[in-house]
Structure formats: structure tokens, C-alpha cells
Nanobody, 122 residues
Framework: QVQLVESGGGSVEAGGSLRLSCAVSGSTYLKTWFRQVPGKEREGVATIYTESGNTYYATFVKGRVTISQNSGKTTVYLEIKDLKPEDTAMYYC??????????????????WGQGTQVTVSS
């Protein structure tokens, strides 16, 4: 059983930065940050493979986002720089316990956190 608890969301002005955290308990193969705006599909933002540390990013955030994990692999972070109003969304941490190539597909995730809201004002 895997549990995920996100924190770090909030309201920021455009151009600012935020670091989201996700506390992870249990064994995971990969951990992915997703985001969702009401009325739209959940979209993958970035993923990190737990053992290798390899990371992958969605094209729409590449260069502004960094995903990382602590040395104990019990917390995964998502740092977002140069925030834009279009980054406003609920951000979710999700995990898989087995290999998957389509890290960006929410239907492939096994476990989800409750989400943390990010609101960016212009």
C-alpha cells in the first residue's frame, strides 16, 4: 500500500516560484506530478523513476519545472519557476508500483494523493 500526501500549494503572483512536496510511504516504481483545471483532463507534468532517479517532463512546462526526490526517496518535490496564470490548477502526486512507459497517463497510476491547489494571479 502506498500513501501520498501533498503540500506546498498556495497563491502566488505571476513570475514567482513554488515548491510542492509529496510525502510518500510505501514502495514505488515511479512518482508523477499531475495537474487539473476544472472541466479539463488531468495532465502529467513531470515524473521521476524512484530507483534510477531518471526524470521526464511535459513539453508545456519544460525549462520551468524541476522534479526531484530526497535521498531517502520518501519525498518527491516539484519546483515551478516563472509561474503563469495558466499554471493555476490542482496539483496531484501519483505513483505506480510497476514499470510503465506512459508516465503522463493518469489512468496508469496506481495511487493518488488528495491534491494541493496552486493559484497564480496576474
Amino acid at each position: 500500500q502506498v500513501q501520498l500526501v501533498e503540500s506546498g500549494g498556495g497563491s502566488v503572483e505571476a513570475g514567482g516560484s513554488l515548491r510542492l512536496s509529496c510525502a510518500v510511504s510505501g514502495s514505488t516504481y515511479l512518482k508523477t506530478w499531475f495537474r487539473q483545471v476544472p472541466g479539463k483532463e488531468r495532465e502529467g507534468v513531470a515524473t521521476i523513476y524512484t530507483e534510477s532517479g531518471n526524470t521526464y517532463y511535459a513539453t508545456f512546462v519544460k525549462g520551468r519545472v524541476t522534479i526531484s526526490q530526497n535521498s531517502g526517496k520518501t519525498t518527491v518535490y516539484l519546483e515551478i519557476k516563472d509561474l503563469k496564470p495558466e499554471d493555476t490548477a490542482m496539483y496531484y502526486c501519483a505513483a505506480r508500483t510497476t514499470w510503465a512507459s506512459s508516465w503522463y497517463d493518469p489512468s496508469k497510476m496506481h495511487y493518488w494523493g488528495q491534491g494541493t491547489q496552486v493559484t497564480v494571479s496576474s
